[in-house]
């Protein structure tokens, strides 16, 4: 009895993993397919998942309560996560779904310095290590020659990198919140949701956007970026990541990253020679090495 209730611990949130990190890889493929201006498409992402996350707090029988440090401090991260989406849906658009995951996963990196800086952690010669051999295979996939790069191609790179940014300083505001022991995770996300809604929606129409959505073909996109990649993704990942070992862990999230990548090479015929591959396998490397560090 024991030793079947030891495997269930191990493997089922291990399965919860897997396929939370599939949901998410689909994020910025669902973006592309949406066809809507970066802001609309964020709005809509939020919106729907802001409905599956109330229902799902309906099922679960929870609610909003919470401490106002914790509340103030996801409200914060809804902002945060909101600019991160504009620079992150733009650079979709610019340099593809596969690459600007990709940048976006640098986060790693900026968790790390912002972690130093602010809360004086040590930062080992094992992540330094790691930070240089990304960088490497940054150029090994736009090339040495940084001049030799279209402007729109150059913009999207520096939006990717914002992306990081940004996406570091929410993971790190939700993550003090989560330490309080008054929040639980779907109320948490759902408040995350409110203000990052809110700010997109006014957001949008100053860019000159509409919140038109054009067919059939982009609601269910967008329905899928909210849903599937944000609601169940983040969930399914949420209760799993705690139960697993943190090497393990980090491991199989850096499916998110490829999938992305193999995905926008099979649905939107990204071209990929030998070169570029390398510097894949040198970044995904690096950012393992700096997700695992103590």
């Not at 940048?103 to 790390?112: D, E, K, R, S, V």
């Not at 990717?160 to 995770?185: C, E, H, N």
């Not at 990541?241 to 998110?256: C, G």
Request: with cysteine.
């Amino acid at each position: 009895m024991s030793q079947t209730t030891s495997i269930s611990q191990t493997q089922f949130p291990l399965f919860r993993l897997l396929i939370g990190s599939v949901c998410i890889s689909f994020s910025p493929i669902f973006i592309k397919l949406a066809d809507v201006p970066p802001d609309t498409a964020g709005f809509y992402r939020m919106l729907f998942a802001g409905i599956s996350l109330s229902v799902l707090m309906l099922l679960r029988r929870d609610n909003l309560k919470m401490a106002p440090r914790p509340r103030l401090l996801l409200c914060l991260s809804g902002v945060i996560l909101a600019i991160d989406f504009m620079c992150w849906h733009r650079s979709i658009e610019l340099v593809g779904p596969g690459f600007s995951t990709l940048l976006g996963n640098f986060q790693i990196f900026f968790t790390a310095l912002f972690s130093w800086l602010f809360f004086k952690q040590k930062i080992s010669k094992m992540f330094v290590l790691a930070v240089i051999m990304a960088l490497c295979g940054l150029l090994f996939i736009t090339g040495v020659d940084w001049k030799s790069l279209e402007d729109g191609y150059k913009l999207g790179i520096f939006l990717g990198f914002l992306t990081a940014v940004f996406y570091s300083g929410y993971i790190l505001l939700v993550k003090i919140s989560m330490d309080d022991s008054s929040v639980s995770s779907v109320p948490a996300m759902l408040m995350v949701t409110i203000p990052s809604t809110l700010l997109l929606s006014v957001i949008t129409p100053l860019n000159g956007a509409t919140f038109a959505i054009p067919n059939s073909n982009s609601l269910l996109a967008l329905i899928g970026a909210g849903v599937i990649s944000t609601t169940i993704g983040w969930s399914l990942i949420s209760s799993a990541i705690k139960h697993i070992q943190a090497t393990v862990a980090s491991l199989i999230l850096l499916l998110q990253p490829t999938l992305a990548l193999i995905w926008d090479t099979l649905l939107f015929s990204r071209p990929t020679g030998g070169i570029e591959i390398f510097g894949i396998l040198m970044i995904l490397s690096a950012i393992y090495i700096g997700s695992c560090r103590r």
